[in-house]
């Protein structure tokens, strides 16, 4: 069973940033639309950001012009940067992924997501 492996996690002082990864744990299943969820305690899980498999992104607004989604074929990895990271961004990142081309909402991976703390 394919894995998805988030990385790239931790703790920043606000204003900060973190680079997450995701990747998969076989090199023959091909990383395709990837979608970036949170979910901070006692809230539900959003959509960060997502991408297809052909590159087109997609934000939530609280995401625009501070995060970005980004694909490494090379690699068969997507990246999130987040950039001026504040308080309320502190939450556990999940990538969810599949091997099309389209992207939806939970698709059939997941990984075990990754922390990120933001300190004030």
């Known amino acids: 069973q394919v894995q998805l492996l988030e990385s790239g996690g931790g703790l920043v002082q606000v204003g900060g940033s973190l680079r997450l990864s995701c990747a998969a744990s076989e090199s023959g299943f091909s990383i395709g639309a990837v979608g970036w969820y949170r979910q901070a305690p006692g809230k539900k899980r959003e959509l960060v950001a997502a991408i297809t498999g052909g590159g087109a992104t997609n934000y939530a607004d609280f995401a625009k012009g501070r995060f970005k989604i980004s694909r490494d074929s090379a690699k068969n990895a997507v990246h999130l940067q987040l950039n001026n990271l504040k308080p309320e961004d502190t939450a556990v990142y999940y990538c969810?992924?599949?091997?099309?081309?389209?992207?939806?909402?939970?698709?059939?991976?997941w990984g075990k997501g990754t922390q990120v703390t933001v300190s004030s």
């Open positions: 969810n992924a599949g091997d099309h081309w389209d992207w939806y909402d939970d698709m059939h991976f």
